[in-house]
């Protein structure tokens, strides 16, 4: 089975910074869009950064300039680096992915992505 499993998360100041982890396992096709999602209470869950097997990435609007997302495809490990952290950054941060390329907009469409993990927990105050 393919399994999502966050790390990461806690409590930063404003401007501060952290990095999330997404550990990948059971997967073995060679394509892939793996990425971020984030939930604030009860809304829905918003697209944050993607990034496929070829590297190419994506971000939203908000946090364009801020956010990082990278892979190492060697150990299978997904990182998202958040700095000049925001209170409205404040959010359940899930790890999602599916079984291909990263198409436009795809950070619009989480009912795309087949696999999520259990999600961490940032707050910024």
């Known amino acids: 089975d393919v399994q999502l499993v966050e790390s990461g998360g806690g409590s930063v100041q404003t401007g501060g910074s952290l990095r999330l982890s997404c550990s990948l396992s059971?997967?073995?096709?060679?394509?892939?869009?793996i990425g971020w999602f984030r939930q604030i209470g009860d809304k829905g869950r918003e697209g944050v950064a993607v990034?496929?097997?070829?590297?190419?990435?994506s971000y939203a609007n908000d946090v364009k300039g801020r956010f990082t997302v990278s892979q190492d495809s060697a150990k299978n490990i997904l990182y998202l680096q958040m700095n000049s952290l925001k209170p409205e950054d404040t959010a359940m941060y899930y790890c999602?992915?599916?079984?291909?390329?990263?198409?436009?907009?795809?950070?619009?469409?989480?009912?795309?992505?087949?696999?999520w993990g259990q999600g961490t927990q940032v707050t910024v105050s």
């Open positions: 059971g997967y073995t096709a060679s394509t892939y869009c």
């Open positions: 999602a992915a599916f079984g291909g390329d990263c198409y436009v907009g795809v950070l619009s469409y989480r009912a795309d992505f087949s696999y």
């Open positions: 990034i496929d097997a070829q590297g190419i990435s």
